[in-house]
């Protein structure tokens, strides 16, 4: 059997007989892989914490015949923290399983990775809002596939002199406010909503996550956000509509 090295994360977990598990993991440059990771359920198992959802590894890995055997793995950062906290492990799920929707098979994720990598780390500082990290991350996403709203004007007319600033979900952009007249799937955009929505798609990785929003413009941005990636999916995703109610109807 040949062996392969690569670096990537847990995404997903499937416990086998008593002692072993079937892992999802999400690598730079072999794209999602099914690794058989026999006895790491043993009590003592040295790689039992690198197979947990949300490890990122470097991997040693067998080339089986129908999947990936597991002969070693290295933590590089386990994420642990985000285990023990409901809030931030309601916010790291809905973005993994959105990660795991926009990854493939023998398609390199590294760029995909990255960003998610970052998310995981901010959704750990002190101070942080976990909504607009989750946001942050989808957009991220969806830009990496290929989904880019037009920002830079109306995207209709083509101009940048724009009072009051709409978002098509039909055109993928924004459109001004003579344009608007007529159309359906739109919502009216805060000043700060777009400078926000401009600064995430321009961005690099490391940086995207770097501001807060007031309360008022991260629920515009928020909306936006959310509709615009179901719409490009075709998905709803609706976990995190239905956490943050619950945590609005508790206060």
């Not at 070693?72 to 809030?87: A, G, H, K, L, V």
């Not at 957009?139 to 596939?145: A, G, H, R, S, Y």
Request: net charge positive; glycine share 6%; charged share 25%.
């Amino acid at each position: 059997m040949s062996y392969v090295k690569t670096r990537g994360m847990v995404v997903r977990e499937v416990k086998v007989g008593d002692y072993d598990k079937i892992l999802t993991v999400v690598t730079e440059d072999l794209g999602k892989i099914s690794v058989s990771a026999r006895g790491v359920r043993r009590s003592g198992n040295r790689y039992s914490a690198g197979t947990q959802i949300f490890s990122y590894c470097d991997w040693v890995l067998y080339r089986g015949k129908n999947t990936y055997i597991l002969n070693s793995c290295e933590i590089i950062n386990s994420f642990y923290e985000i285990r023990q906290d409901m809030t931030m492990l309601t916010y790291a799920a809905h973005m993994l399983q959105l990660f795991h929707d926009t990854t493939y098979e023998n398609q390199p994720a590294k760029d995909r990775l990255t960003v998610l990598i970052y998310a995981l780390k901010n959704l750990l500082q002190d101070n942080r809002t976990p909504s607009l990290i989750t946001r942050v991350f989808a957009l991220k996403t969806v830009q990496l596939m290929g989904f880019v709203p037009f920002l830079s004007g109306c995207c209709l007319c083509g101009t940048r002199e724009i009072d009051d600033i709409y978002f098509s979900f039909d055109r993928c952009g924004f459109v001004c406010e003579k344009c608007n007249t007529g159309l359906k799937n739109v919502i009216q955009v805060k000043a700060g909503t777009a400078k926000a929505l401009i600064y995430v798609l321009c961005a690099e990785p490391r940086k995207a996550f770097g501001f807060e929003l007031s309360p008022d413009v991260l629920k515009n941005f928020t909306e936006i956000v959310d509709r615009y990636v179901d719409d490009r999916l075709e998905k709803k995703y609706s976990k995190m509509n239905f956490f943050q109610e619950v945590q609005e109807n508790s206060r």
